[in-house]
């Protein structure tokens, strides 16, 4: 079992950044995907930045360049740093894991960009 719990949503103006972490109940060494989707009102869930076997990145094509993903080994925590945020990038923003063919999620935490 693996716990995922997530921090750092909020209300940012557009252009605004915000910081998103998830903390993991185990070592990330084990969780070889590892990384954050989102959903917003009426749409389906979508990758936004993911860590491949620990080490591969993939991005969607709407954050790269703007969001980086990171994460710190020795506190089981990834981040999402989010610049330059746009009203489309409101949702809910999920962390999600891969273990031994297992999924786990987190339980969500809000971004919303508006003026």
């Known amino acids: 079992q693996v716990q995922l719990v997530e921090s750092g949503g909020g209300l940012v103006q557009p252009g605004g950044s915000l910081r998103l972490s998830c903390a993991a109940s185990?070592?990330?060494?084990?969780?070889?995907?590892m990384g954050w989707y989102r959903q917003a009102p009426g749409k389906d869930r979508e990758l936004v930045a993911e860590?491949?076997?620990?080490?591969?990145?993939q991005y969607a094509n709407s954050v790269k360049g703007r969001f980086t993903i990171s994460r710190d080994n020795a506190k089981n925590t990834v981040f999402l740093q989010m610049n330059d945020l746009k009203p489309e990038d409101t949702a809910v923003y999920y962390c999600?894991?891969?273990?031994?063919?297992?999924?786990?999620w987190g339980q969500g935490t809000q971004v919303t960009v508006s003026s």
């Open positions: 185990r070592s990330i060494f084990v969780i070889p995907f």
């Open positions: 999600h894991g891969i273990v031994r063919s297992n999924t786990y």
């Open positions: 860590f491949i076997s620990g080490t591969s990145i």
